[in-house]
């Protein structure tokens, strides 16, 4: 219970804070990735190789492969967005910089720096897919999309607890991984197919047992097609609280194995 | 309240029969440390003696199996925030936050203490300037050299005024330059009142900075108090130096387990042997011929008297 009250904890905010303050400083160079790749990934993909592809049924109704892709890339954004940051960022900070260590010479304990990691990158992540609402938003303006923003302030508080949820799973593997160069398992054989089969880029409309089982408990499918289905057709779908539900669970069950693995780790305790 | 109900001649660092395991391994057994406020507190070991799993529980990294430690009398299990408002760390390595200057290394370790360190920005140009650092204030950390990193380490275990201020071999890797300047500025924290634990493996350093010894040996206290008192304990009040090589080594080796003596300590082709006065009037009755040294013992004895044990 201590560890999930540290979230409250002054110390868990000044470690947000201290992310928070290197980030704005280079504000100017580390903006251009969050504003450009959505920009970039809606031309290529969904004008570029959208226009190959025939508009298709989804859900009863006839959508363009763009109307399809640019929800999923909103929630693609907060995934990759919260899980870099607590993966190679955090590691960099933990094991190079030794900044953890710094920290924790203060009134700063470990549970703390666990949560400032998971917040900063929970931020970082709800900024990111901010921008990529600006983006859509002027598509739409533009006319090449047709979305409905009416309820997607709602989406914002569960776009942050997605953040939390993912940089529980990338500090997980902060913890394990013995080097930098690892770092290649988790990314090709967790993240790739976590995000890739999720109804993100794809419809993935396999009728077999484990595919189906499969989208049940991936909470990035339900985040992706909760807000699909907000922007697309203006409804609320019972994906979104099952996404409330399944990111409760990771930041539920994640975060005392993180702190447990990490406290092995940094600290040194068996 | 705890902590307002000692006596102001009470220790600042008071540690009581502490124990840590590693796996089955134990690696600290029963420790007891006392450091008062104007007073370093030296802990000696050789390799693996304990001196820095002994400190990581002082400073909170990692808890006692047993034993308790008090911090101006706070107990750091029941309060671990009001403890470590009271201490300061100088890790053995280096954990500047490598995004800030100088000074904002100096700013930011600011916010991480409450109640907030007063009047900071007054404090950091303070420290800057006693340690030397105001030219550099506007550097990244990583661009000093290592004693002005060092500097940088103790000044920033500062900023929040500490009570205790913890130096995990604060001086390894440093020319003697810059050693040197580091005992200047360590002896004049103590002069501050400052209760200062220090580990290092420099014997002069230990000697001429603590008030007390501690010396370990796998996890144990092997003796503690001042320095003397400590290489009397264990290295005795001389130490004969002589050739090893010399036909009568099987005779000196002999005359040692005669007396009921540790083997010699060997250093290249040379032996050192601690006797006390009357051990050395009998080693002189019994090789008036040889030619041999006769010096004080030093810490460097005590630590090779350990390390020979060790093996």
């Known amino acids: 219970m201590r560890l999930y009250l540290a979230v409250t904890a002054w110390q868990s905010w000044s470690v947000l804070m201290r992310h928070m303050t290197v ?41 363009s492969y763009l109307a399809y892709l640019a929800p ?43 949560w400032g990691e998971a917040l900063w990158a929970a931020t970082l992540g709800l900024a990111y897919s901010v921008i990529v609402i600006l983006v859509l938003v002027g598509f739409t303006l533009s006319g090449w999309l047709d979305l409905h923003w009416k309820g997607m302030i709602l989406t914002l508080p569960l776009l942050f607890l997605a953040g939390v ?24 054989l967790v993240i790739m197919p976590l995000g890739f089969a999720s109804n993100t880029y794809f419809p993935l409309d396999s009728d077999s047992l484990l595919a189906q089982a499969w989208l049940v408990v991936n909470p990035l499918h339900h985040l992706a097609e909760g807000i699909r289905l907000l922007l697309l057709t203006d409804q609320l779908s019972y994906h979104l609280p099952a996404a409330v539900v399944l990111f409760g669970l990771m930041i539920l069950i994640l975060l005392p194995v993180d702190l447990r693995l990490l406290r092995r780790r940094v600290l040194g305790e068996a | 309240m705890d902590a307002e109900n000692k006596s102001p001649d009470s220790p600042l660092l008071e540690a009581r029969g502490l124990v840590k395991h590693f796996a089955s391994r134990r690696v600290v057994d029963a420790v007891d440390l006392h ?27 990692l808890q006692p199996d047993a034993g308790e430690i008090r911090i101006g009398g706070i107990n750091r299990r029941e309060d671990p925030d009001g403890a470590n408002r009271l201490i300061g760390v100088c890790t053995q390595d280096d954990t500047f936050d490598t995004d800030f200057t100088v000074r904002d290394n100096l700013l930011r370790f600011g916010n991480y203490f409450r109640p907030r360190p007063s009047a900071i920005e007054e404090r950091v140009d303070q420290l800057l300037g006693r340690f030397d650092l105001a030219r550099h204030a506007a550097a990244k950390p990583e661009t000093l050299s290592g004693g002005y990193r060092r500097r940088l380490m103790v000044a920033r275990a500062l900023v929040h005024q500490p009570r205790v201020l913890f130096l995990d071999e604060p001086t390894t890797g440093l020319d003697p330059q810059a050693r040197m300047s580091v005992w200047e500025l360590v002896d004049g924290l103590r002069q501050e009142g400052l209760g200062i634990v220090l580990t290092t493996h420099y014997m002069d350093e230990a000697e001429r900075l603590s008030d007390k010894l501690l010396v370990l ?17 264990l290295v005795g009040e001389h130490v004969v130096v002589l050739d090893a090589n010399i036909p009568e080594a099987d005779a000196v080796r ?23 006065g009357a051990g050395l009037a009998r080693f002189s009755a019994s090789f008036g011929q040889l030619r041999f040294e006769v010096r004080p013992p030093n810490l460097d004895d005590l630590f090779l008297q350990l390390a020979d044990k060790q093996s």
């Open chain 2, 254 to 276: 002999q005359w040692l387990l005669d007396e009921g003596l540790e083997r010699p300590t060997r250093i290249l082709n040379s032996w050192q042997i601690a006797l006390d």
């Open chain 1, 165 to 188: 949820a993912f940089a529980a799973l990338g500090l997980l593997f902060t913890a394990i991984v013995p080097t930098i160069d690892h770092m290649n398992i988790p990314f090709y």
């Open chain 2, 35 to 61: 450091c008062h406020g104007g007073e370093i507190l030296g802990m000696l070991g050789a390799n693996g003696a304990g001196k820095t799993t002994i400190l990581r529980m002082c400073y909170g990294f």
């Open chain 1, 72 to 114: 999923g890339i909103l929630a693609y954004t907060v995934f990759m967005t919260a899980f870099f940051q607590a993966l190679f960022a955090a590691y960099i900070r933990m094991h190079y910089q030794k900044t953890w260590e710094g920290q924790l010479t203060t009134q700063v304990r470990l549970e703390h720096v666990v």
């Open chain 1, 23 to 63: 980030y704005l400083r280079n504000w100017h160079t580390a903006a251009l990735p969050p504003i450009l790749e959505p920009v970039i990934l809606l031309l290529v993909f969904g004008v570029g190789l959208g226009s190959s592809i025939p508009a298709f049924d989804w859900k009863g109704r006839e959508i």
């Open chain 2, 217 to 233: 040996k796998e996890g144990a206290v092997v003796t503690s108090g001042g320095p003397r008192t400590v290489l009397g304990d």
